[in-house]
């Protein structure tokens, strides 16, 4: 049997048996494979108005971020995350649409990641856990409505902020 009798026979069987499926899934007709997820430091790379945003994985690979989260994604730079998505192929480099993300980590310390709101005298983080917030800085008090993330000590019930960063305007 030649070289190209045996490519062929090899595609064809990969093609009736539907293809590879990564982590053991088998797809079903019209079905996607689960997303993945990688995790490292956001970089921006290159300059105005091409500014990238790059994912530094601990291997020290860089996948550039895309997708409807990038805005969000550019505004933490420097911060350890995980992102949810699916790997693309677009040139230059390796690239990921990211569907969802988590904030693990801003200058070593795990903040506290959510929306501004303000009931009657107070602001609070609504997030994965509800904080009333204090000694809160003026630009962070003016921002109600914000996704933001905050890092600093719980005292007396509240977290008080040391720092923030706004993640998206209202």
Do not use: H
Not at 57 to 76: K, W
Not at 85 to 99: C, H, Q
């Amino acid at each position: 049997m030649s070289v190209w009798t045996k490519a062929l026979s090899c595609l064809v069987t990969f093609a009736l048996a539907g293809g590879c499926v990564s982590s053991g899934q088998s797809l079903q007709s019209g079905a996607q494979p689960g997303p993945d997820t990688l995790a490292g430091r956001i970089e921006l790379t290159g300059s105005v108005p091409t500014v990238a945003v790059t994912l530094i994985l601990g291997s020290g690979e860089a996948v550039e971020l895309r997708g409807p989260l990038l805005a969000e994604l550019r505004s933490l730079g420097g911060a350890s995350v995980r992102v949810i998505g699916r790997r693309t192929a677009r040139s230059p480099r390796p690239g990921f649409e990211a569907s969802a993300y988590e904030v693990l980590s801003i200058d070593g310390q795990r903040p506290n990641v959510g929306v501004l709101v303000r009931r009657g005298e107070f602001v609070w983080l609504e997030g994965t856990d509800t904080l009333r917030l204090s000694v809160i800085p003026p630009l962070l008090a003016t921002r109600i409505g914000a996704k933001a993330w905050v890092v600093g000590p719980r005292v007396d019930g509240a977290l008080q902020v040391q720092s923030f960063g706004v993640i998206r305007e209202p």
